[in-house]
């Protein structure tokens, strides 16, 4: 048992570090995700598609390439890697152990990452309306910090180590149509989303905790645990955006939007796209962590849409047991493992946001653009709380914009983004880069990157 979770974090630790929720952009990002408010044409699409029937520069947007992504983590980074890595934690009575240990996060380790890229001039925006399609990656891993105290050897006596994980990876097809719909000096909005799932694993919410009970003065070990890591390669799904936007208030500009409402998809749902694919989209998403990570493991994975349950139970087991009697150890850790076609319905729920944006264009080189956002579930690369974030653009050159972002809370704690943009007629191309928990890339615990390149049509008066 300990073997099998000991391998299930260092996949949670390593995977987390290698690839963002849908409809991130380079602008957006270099920010900090100050965007409620500004957002215009089909970059409104995800943050406010009130925004939609404001004035903006351009009458119509065509997305020709795009590529957001990030990789985060509380925990782990390249100064960490090269403190612990590859060492005896154990050396020089436990001293690199108990430096580990105490570095640990209390509130347990989690990493995350994603990947989104809109489809090329399939993604746009004419007038007050937009059609956009997106490709979703998405991961995201828990490990609780009593399971991470039993894992590593830090153990006191009479303490319940609940040892709770969280898993869940999917990749999907969103489409979504929006609309702004003006009034005097504000402005509502709406999109209507459908998914179209590819690939899901992760452990079922139901069936992913254990707890151990040790007693280290008299050796006593009890316990139990349940856990079933589900795959699919079919689910289809719908959602909705809702949004308000106020042009001027007193120069301001404010923007309120819900996302994500009623947002979900039902895996095991065949769609023409997933009996096209098959469990292909599955298999490639397991395929780093089956061939790379848990190639020498005892943990064998398919990814072809099998379920696996596992569950143990530690009888009572105490020193005289094994020193008075001829039982072995397996007589009292009782665990079994299944592996079953599973077709039945099952629902990922993608968390609800609501965000609240305030911009004002101090003169005609300097924007200023805040946002508070809050989400309400922690998972899918989404986090429990508020996120307040501070953003920049100076256009004293017009063609290329230099641009800056600072936000606090979230899954990157705190965040700091820079990107500039190149804009040649109608053609435009605009990047960011930001530094998750750190300002330098040894210290920094998570990193994101943007790059898009769109087409604007005619400008507006």
Known sequence: MRRSLMT???????????????????????????????????????????NLALPSQYKSYFTLFGINSYATNNFYSLTTSAKYGG????????????????????????????????????????????FTANLLYVTDYYVSKPALDLIFGNLQKGIDYQLDLRCDALTALE?????????????????????????????????????????????????????????????????????????????WQLGISLINVGSSICWNSETLVSKTLK??????????????????????????????QYSFEIKDVNRDNFLEGDSSYGDYLVS?????????????????????????????????????????????NYWKGWRTSVGVEYSYFKKFPFRMGFALGGLSGYEIDLGTGLSLGFAHLDWSIGFHRGIWIHTAQGLNFSLGVYFTGKTKK
Not at 19 to 47: C, E, K
Not at 351 to 378: C, H, K, M, T
């Open 8 to 50: 299930a974090v260092l996949v949670f630790i390593i995977a987390g570090e290698a690839s963002a929720q849908s409809y991130d952009n380079a602008r957006s990002n270099s920010l900090g995700g100050s965007f409620t408010a500004i957002s215009r044409g089909v970059f409104s699409v995800g943050f406010n598609p009130a």
């Open 87 to 130: 060492k005896d934690l154990t050396a020089d009575n436990q001293k690199l152990q108990k430096e580990f240990l105490s570095e640990l996060p209390t509130d347990g380790w989690r990493s995350s990452m994603g990947l989104n890229m809109p489809a090329p001039l399939v993604s746009f925006s004419s007038g007050n309306k937009a």
């Open 175 to 251: 489409y979504a149509y929006s609309m702004g719909i003006p009034y005097e000096k504000m402005a509502f909005g709406f999109s209507i989303k459908y998914y179209q799932g590819l690939g899901y694993y992760g452990l079922d919410p139901d069936h992913r905790t254990g707890s151990v009970m040790v007693d280290t003065a008299n050796f006593i070990l009890k316990g139990s645990g349940d856990y079933i890591f589900r795959q699919s390669t079919q689910g289809r799904g719908f959602g909705f955006d809702f949004g308000i936007a106020f042009q001027d208030l007193n120069g």
């Open 279 to 308: 469990d292909w989209p599955l298999g490639l998403m397991g395929w780093m962590i089956k061939d790379g990570y848990m190639k020498n493991s005892d943990i064998d994975l398919d990814f072809d849409g099998e379920s696996y």
């Open 336 to 380: 079994h493992r299944k592996i079953t076609t599973d077709t039945t319905v099952f629902i990922t729920h993608l968390p609800l946001v609501l965000r609240i944006g305030l911009a004002r264009q101090v003169n005609p080189d300097l924007l200023v653009a805040a946002d508070f956002a809050a989400s309400f579930q922690e998972s899918l």
